[in-house]
């Protein structure tokens, strides 16, 4: 992929009205870029951007769950900008609760929102990609699509699906001069761990007291997490003017230490069952 050098770039970026989304929008208008942004809520999305020139700017109030809907806000982007560059699937939310107090209609709202929305701007956006022989896909999924912790079952379900998906798509849309980024944040200082930010089950169950005071932690860390979104949407922008590096970037040296975690304690899962895996082959005549 060729990242734009003597035209302004043009940017589709959902989830776009807080936390890196927003900062993500700001710091590309700044730079002169043309940014398509999708929000519930284009009037919190505009007051969120007081003193940010916007007329590169085309905000869009998109249900992502919608792909009629999503496959408009793309036309609408290209016709508003003659094109399209860098898509970035960021659209998503926090859920903690334990994985058997989580209804069916609070997992297939997650799923919604991380996933089949996400599948529906990619099926708008790779024909074009395609067609044109360049474009770079960052798909926003977290260091807990890596490592699963207790209590956010659905959230790590939903960007382990993500990075699963993002992993194939990667293999197939290489060879259309199509890039993808999956992009892998630890604990940022944006409000994703507020009261009206991080969703809670309906209903608890008795037993998972230790899921509850998992909870009341998480709200009390907020405004004191190691990430900065500044610099967090400065590398994600890094990431696609470059074009280049690997599949997974992490943002965070606390997302680094939990990654790095997972993988030695994934090594030792897969020696540690060396020996009946090749039990199960059949013999050799």
Known sequence: MTYPTGTPATWFVTGASRGLGLEL????????????????????????????????????????????????????????FGGLDVVVNNAGYGFLASVEETTDAEARQMFDVQI?????????VLPIFRTRGSGHILNISSVLGLVAVPGWGLYCAGKFALEGLSEALAGEVAEFGVKV????????????????????????????????????????????????????AAAIISLAVSGDGPLRRLLGSDAYSYAAGKVEALKADIEAGRELAHTTDFLQQ
């Open 116 to 124: 089949f929305g996400l599948w529906n701007v990619l099926r708008a």
């Open 25 to 80: 929008v700001r710091q590309l208008l700044e730079r002169g870029d043309n940014v398509a942004a999708t929000t519930r809520s284009t009037e919190r999305l505009a007051e969120a951007l007081g003193g940010v020139n916007t007329e590169r700017l085309l905000a869009l109030s998109v249900d992502l769950a919608d792909e009629t809907a999503v496959a408009e806000a793309v036309r609408r982007t290209t016709g508003r």
């Open 181 to 232: 980024t999956v992009v892998e944040p630890g604990y940022f200082r944006t409000s994703f761990l507020t009261s009206d930010s991080l969703a809670l089950p309906a209903s608890t169950t008795e037993g998972y007291e230790s899921i509850r005071e998992m909870t009341r932690n998480h709200l009390e860390l907020q405004g004191s997490q190691l990430g900065d979104p500044v610099k967090g």
